[in-house]
Structures are given as C-alpha cells and as structure tokens.
C-alpha cells in the first residue's frame, strides 16, 4: 500500500466531515470508521471504573498493561512475529474495499483511513512509516459535550452501541470522556511529534469550520491530493447545506458552533472538565473557562 492517510484525533471532532470532503477528491477510499484503536488499544480499567473507583483512575490500553506478559498474544518479545503479519492484515482488508470502490479506477489509489481509535496512532504510524497523519485536533470541551449529547434517549449513538446515561451517572460519564479526550490527543500528538514533518498536518476544527477551504487545502497538499477544487468542495460540505432534519441535538451532526459547551454543560460538569482537561487545553493553545468568564 503506497499512499495512506490517516485521521486521527478524537470522534466528534469533525472527521466524518473531513473525510467525506476529502472523498471527493479523484483516486480516494474512504475507509471510515476500521475501530483498529479499539482492537488494538483496549482500554484500562474499563469505563464503570470512573463510576466505580474512589478515585480517579489511570487510564491505559490493555497493550501497555500486558506488554511484558509472554502469554499476551501482543506481546514485546514475540513482536518480531506478529508485526508484519499485523500489517499484511490490514494492507488487505483496506485492499480489499478499495477494489470495490475504485471500479475501474486506474491511477495510484489513496486510502484515507478515519480511525477513532486513535489513541494506537503511535503503533499505526510505526507500521506504516511512509504513511501520511492528519492530526484533527478539536476543543476537548466541545468533544464531551458533543458524546454527552450521544448518550440520550433518541440519539442518533443508541443504535450503534451507546445508552442513554441516568442523570446520575451523568457526571462520571463526562469525567471518563474527559480522561479518554486528555489520553488520546496525548498519544496522537506523541504519534504526530515523531512522524516525518512532510507527512503529517495539524488541521483545528475551529479553523475547518472557519477556513474550510484553506484548511482542507492544508490536509490535501499534506495527503498529495490536489487541492483544485477544495473550496467547490467546501461549499458542498458547508453546515448550512445539511437539511435541518438531518442536524440538531439528536443527530450525528449536531452542532457546528464552537464553543458551545459554555451554554450547554452545568457548572459543576465545566468545573469537572476545566480540572482534568485544564493543563493539555492551556498547552494546546485553547482558552480556559475561567479565562472566558472573565474576558
């Protein structure tokens, strides 16, 4: 596989978006959604821990946990023998969709993969070197508010696995999707600080919203895709072009506005979130709550 992009970040980040604009673009399989992070990455402790738990726990995936355990079927010392493997895997199963996508196609295809499993973007990148990142880095604020909306009777997520959440346990929800947010922009930015500078973009939601057609230019010419017809594209995409029956609080596209979790979120769940989001918000370059009620 020769030409392979990656978006990583955290879902409810605009990537559904990103992806559907940039399958536009001649040559392009949108793979959308593997859960490769989710395979790979299992979460520990799992998430009734943060409801559980007198204290906050340490999240990590059961890969760091069991590392070191020889009965591990991924484990260090037999890495040897199932690296490659693992990657012939996935060079297959991508293979084979984009042999029914293509239908015909008879340029160099490009496999742009939105994985929302991000938090293996490290182990992905390293198998797949010559690979290109995009980074979709989003206000974690809004990311929560954006899942907590998710977890309601009548969403759009019910289907697709998620419940609609007790106003109880509406607080340790929040507080588990605030450390998974923390947690995997931490190992997708480790993943982007390590990877070839001419393959990798850092693309803000908030400027996509903003800029959309300069912003997807950014992620094409990172992704060697022409960018000629970006802003065409863009306005095709735009939130004002998605009928109003198929956007609003229970739907996958809810809300385009940043911010919105100012309006949306109690005091005490922005408390929550300002104290474990706060340090990687600050280093992130996005305003505190705090700083917002004062300006």
Not at 62 to 74: A, M, S, W
């Amino acid at each position: 596989m020769d030409r392979l992009v990656w978006i990583f970040g955290s879902s409810r980040s605009g990537s559904t978006w990103l992806l559907r604009m940039l399958s536009e673009v001649d040559g392009v399989v949108p793979i959308d959604d593997p859960h490769l992070g989710h395979h790979l990455g299992v979460w520990r402790p799992i998430p009734l821990a943060w409801a559980a738990s007198p204290e906050p726990p340490d999240l990590t995936t059961l890969l760091e946990v069991k590392k070191e355990q020889p009965g591990y079927f991924f484990a260090e010392r037999y890495r040897d023998h199932w690296w490659e493997p693992l990657k012939q895997l996935i060079t297959a199963r991508f293979e084979a969709q984009g042999a029914e996508h293509l239908n015909g196609y008879r340029g160099d295809p490009v496999y742009v993969v939105k994985e929302p499993g991000s938090h293996v973007a490290g182990l992905l990148t390293e198998l797949f070197p010559a690979s290109t990142l995009i980074f979709l880095l989003r206000d974690g604020r809004d990311v929560v508010d954006s899942w907590l909306a998710a977890y309601q009777e009548g969403s759009w997520a019910i289907p697709e696995g998620a419940f609609p959440v007790a106003p109880w346990g509406r607080l340790s929800l929040l507080r588990w999707l605030a450390d998974v947010w923390v947690y995997r922009t931490a190992e997708v930015r480790r993943a982007f600080e390590a990877h070839a500078p001419d393959r990798r973009v850092l693309v803000r939601y908030e400027d996509l919203r903003a800029e959309t057609p300069r912003a997807l230019a950014d992620a094409c010419a990172a992704a060697g895709l022409s960018a000629d017809g970006a802003a065409a594209i863009a306005e095709r995409h735009s939130f004002d072009q998605v009928p109003e029956a198929e956007r609003g609080e229970s739907k996958a596209i809810r809300s385009a506005e940043p911010g919105g979790w100012r309006q949306t979120l109690t005091p005490a769940e922005q408390a929550a979130l300002e104290e474990i989001m706060g340090p990687t918000l600050a280093e992130l370059g996005y305003e505190s709550g705090m700083e917002a009620a004062a300006a």
